[in-house]
T-cell receptor, first 113, second 111 residues
Framework: DGGITQSPKYLFRKEGQNVTLSCEQNLNHDAMYWYRQDPGQGLRLIYYSQIVNDFQKGDIAEGYSVSREKKESFPLTVTSAQKNPTAFYLC????????????FGPGTRLTVT | GQNIDQPTEMTATEGAIVQINCTYQTSGFNGLFWYQQHAGEAPTFLSYNVLDGLEEKGRFSSFLSRSKGYSYLLLKELQMKDSASYLCAVRGSSGTYKYIFGTGTRLKVLA
């Protein structure tokens, strides 16, 4: 079955540590995205990538970094520079040749204490 | 600037019809999307409008007016499982893969 996987579902870290969230898709989509969602809020774009080896900052990129070395994978690193990292992180992908809808992974809930 | 507005919360009764509105101001337009999100879960795609008019999909319909920067999602024959947040999103101009999301409308369906 085609889809997007994110792991782990829940992640706990101490303040000051970097943490990497994984995102893999087997939908053959070119574009991939990372969003952050805080309680009662909509989705805010962190980074997106339209093609391998290229990515663009979204609206809240500070304190985050990404890489896109393979079409299937778009990992997100939450660095110690991110002041409020505790949030629900969603990865998504989309195709430019179909309906353009975004497919979302199940999300990773990150808690930093 | 770019902005998408939706009501924060709505309440409706099981079996009723509810309309969730969305207004947008974006630089460029290449489609408007509605997603459903249950608490703690990922959003799932409901509908897509790129031309003016109504798109119907079972109990869900979505309407778009590009000249007014306005869309609505219509849910008919409400069921308890429809209690969720409904997110309106706009895709930017052709050539950009960026989507802008509203803050979502939390719908409570009461028995």
């Amino acid at each position: 079955d085609g889809g997007i996987t994110q792991s782990p579902k829940y992640l706990f870290r101490k303040e000051g540590q970097n943490v990497t969230l994984s995102c893999e898709q087997n939908l053959n989509h070119d574009a991939m995205y990372w969003y952050r969602q805080d309680p009662g809020q909509g989705l805010r774009l962190i980074y997106y990538s339209q093609i391998v080896n290229d990515f663009q900052k979204g609206d809240i990129a500070e304190g985050y970094s990404v890489s896109r070395e393979k079409k299937e994978s778009f990992p997100l690193t939450v660095t110690s520079a991110q002041k409020n990292p505790t949030a629900f992180y969603l990865c998504a992908s989309s195709s430019d040749y179909q309906l353009y809808e975004q497919y979302f992974g199940p999300g990773t809930r990150l808690t930093v204490t | 600037g770019q902005n998408i507005d939706q009501p924060t919360e709505m309440t409706a009764t099981e079996g009723a019809i509810v309309q969730i509105n969305c207004t947008y101001q974006t630089s460029g337009f290449n489609g408007l999307f509605w997603y459903q999100q249950h608490a703690g879960e990922a959003p799932t795609f409901l509908s897509y409008n790129v031309l003016d008019g109504l798109e119907e999909k079972g109990r869900f319909s979505s309407f778009l007016s590009r000249s007014k920067g306005y869309s609505y999602l219509l849910l008919k024959e409400l069921q308890m499982k429809d209690s969720a947040s409904y997110l309106c999103a706009v895709r930017g101009s052709s050539g950009t893969y960026k989507y802008i999301f509203g803050t979502g409308t939390r719908l409570k369906v009461l028995a």
